[in-house]
């Protein structure tokens, strides 16, 4: 069984940074792609970003790119979204995951952490 532990969230100012981090269970990074996704009050659960498995490919949401870089440390086990020029729109609750493929769609993926709450004021 996978596990994922979101840290490294809660309340900046817009036009700063914050970075999460999801520490994983085993190998996980080694076998699974591993990605972010997020969810706003009232909103669907969206996709922000995701990286191939062995840390070799990365994807983003076009509402981040530019601003949010993926990451992985392999020896760790964790991936990291560094969240740079926040702004109030980011704010939701992000979640980690993992699956078998880089999948941008939410049921693309097997595994979830229990979220992290982001909160960016203007």
């Known amino acids: 069984q996978v596990q994922l532990v979101e840290s490294g969230g809660g309340l900046a100012q817009a036009g700063l940074s914050l970075r999460l981090s999801c520490a994983a269970s085993g190998r996980t990074f080694s076998y699974y792609a591993m990605g972010w996704f997020r969810q706003a009050p009232g909103k669907e659960r969206e996709f922000v970003a995701v990286i191939s498995r062995r840390a070799s490919n990365t994807y983003y949401a076009d509402s981040v790119k530019g601003r949010f870089t993926i990451s992985g440390d392999i020896d760790k086990n964790t991936v990291y979204l560094q969240m740079n020029s926040l702004k109030p729109e980011d704010t939701a609750v992000y979640y980690c995951?993992?699956?078998?493929?880089?999948?941008?769609?939410?049921?693309?993926?097997?595994?979830w952490g229990q979220g992290t709450q982001v909160t960016v004021s203007s």
């Open positions: 995951a993992a699956g078998w493929i880089s999948s941008r769609e939410s049921y693309g993926m097997q595994y």
